[in-house]
């Protein structure tokens, strides 16, 4: 959804400095990543939960990838479609769309992944959970973190950061101009 | 002639009476301002008028340049809401937010400072102390754009700044029976959404090119479970108060100022817990004639007429020692775990002298509970700290307590279905 730009913004002067380096976390290899959604806040939505494992690895090594999915709802269907980062590849089968059947007697509903990467970075599989309510579909998105060699949050091409003389950080793109001379 | 550039910075500044400070900032990229520049230009003889617009950085299929608007459109809703607040009482003047977006920022993680840097934010969220983290991970879930997101989370902010909620947060989802603070902050969140934007319909894209997600309507659709610990109930109730809309049971419309003076007066300063019952109590101490229609909505999400801040016509959750040093209340797990109805239950007790306390709570009915107790004293209304070791069956903690009333707010970690327990003070 597309929004107009909005009211209410400062405009001045800009005042150009230096380059900042990004902050990124050093990760060590082989150690287990854990997680969990339970018992933390989240926003509305599907009224579903994640625990997941994953291990740090080296470049070319396998990552093994545990999720567990939770849920107080006892019938109907739960949909996860899978999204693999492009700098992971999955070793083994997989299905980009997987269904479970929601039981009364069932507490968890599992995926394992194994995947391999010759990048270093911090990746994600991303998970988009979808049941249906008693009003309707209710959806909830999960981003598992993969930690590849370094493990290093990698920069995204359009940023570009400098230091104004205030010493504030700024993160600068450009704007699209139009121009009129007013007579 | 001077060559100059102009600088958008994304930045809400006003000072003096009614004024705010809300800037959006790259919590991965060393909290830079996002700002927005012009090419460098030569300013010459002419008059000129010059657009500069953000673009959204969408190429059709996909984002393909940078996303210049987001931050815009998030200020854009955080006005939104500031400028209904104002509606209410143009005097206030809104403490400093920040705001934190980023392309990076992924519902997955657990909340440490150094996932914050890395973008791991679990969801957007409120954190409890100015800051606000809004997601932007593209093809997952993306929130700058959903303004009813945004604003519910800034409702939080509200609710820190201006009011009081003692929710303790987790999770909720469709169906679930909350604890009281929980449902009412939640409840507050979406109906807070609504109005803010007069707009009843709450939606969040998420998924591939963000084109999945989901919505719902605060104002006609069906609770999925009705009553005082239901999200629902209360975002409805909310709402019908508030809109100029008559339907079904709600002959109310309010409009936005009594509500906001009770959440900024009454609510802030009640001696019990932040639920339904608290801002209905004192909802109708300020609007007296108004009570039969006030009823007539609670009675439509099935909660019978509110007679007290601590719903003793029809909740179960406070005792009162009274005059006794001991009591007994039984916590439940039958509506789930960590913040579900009935996972906590609340004592009052009354303190005659100031002096060191000893407060027990000890399960009477097996082994493989892990009690925990939290003390808050009522007037000012204080959370003095908790006791929540990992001991089976019992905690114990020691508290210095002035003459005074207070509360403890007691649950077991392990979930039991059914644990009960000897509360000791002396």
Known sequence: ?183 | MQNVRICVYAKLEKSGIGGYDVEVVDNTNNDAVYTMQSSLFNIGEDSTRRNLNASSGWGGYGYSSARVSAPFAILDSIYQAIKKVKSADSNVIFPKLKVNWSVRNVPSGGGSEGELRDGLILTSHYNGDGNLYILGDENSDTDEFDNHIIIHEWGHYFEDKFSRSDSIGGSHGEGDKLDIRVAFGEGWGNAWSAIATDDPIYFDTQGFMQSDGFYMNIESENSAVKGFFSEDSIQHILYDLYDSHNDGADRLSLGFKPIYNTLVRFQKNTKAFTSIFTFITGLQEENPSKQDKINAILNSEDIKPIVDIYGSSQSNLYSNMGDSSTSTICTSGENGRFNKLENHKYIRFYIDASKNYIISVVQNNGSMSDPDFGVYRTSPFLHLGDSDSTTYKREIGRYILDSGDYLLDISDYNGQNYACFDININ
């Open chain 1, 1 to 183: 959804m597309k929004k107009k730009l909005i009211l209410g913004t400062i405009v001045i002067v800009c005042l150009t400095g230096d380059v900042l380096a990004d902050n990124n976390s050093i990760v060590d290899n082989n150690r287990t990543v854990k997680g969990t959604t339970l018992g933390k806040y989240q926003k509305p939505g599907a009224p579903i939960d994640i625990t997941y494992q994953s291990t740090k690895v080296k470049l070319n090594e396998p990552s093994d990838i545990n999720i567990s999915f939770t849920t107080p709802l006892k019938s109907g269907e739960m949909e996860v479609d899978i999204n693999i980062d492009k700098n992971l590849k999955t070793i083994g089968e997989f299905y980009n769309k997987i269904t479970y059947s929601l039981n009364p007697n069932q507490k968890e509903y599992n995926l394992n992944l194994r995947v391999v990467s010759s990048k270093n970075g911090l990746y994600y599989i991303r998970l988009l959970t979808k049941v249906n309510g008693k009003n309707g579909v209710k959806t909830r998105a999960f981003a598992v973190p993969i930690y590849i060699g370094n493990g290093k949050l990698q920069k995204k091409s359009h940023q570009l950061v400098l230091k104004a003389l205030s010493g504030e950080n700024l993160s600068i793109s450009k704007a699209e101009e139009s121009v009129e001379i007013i007579k």
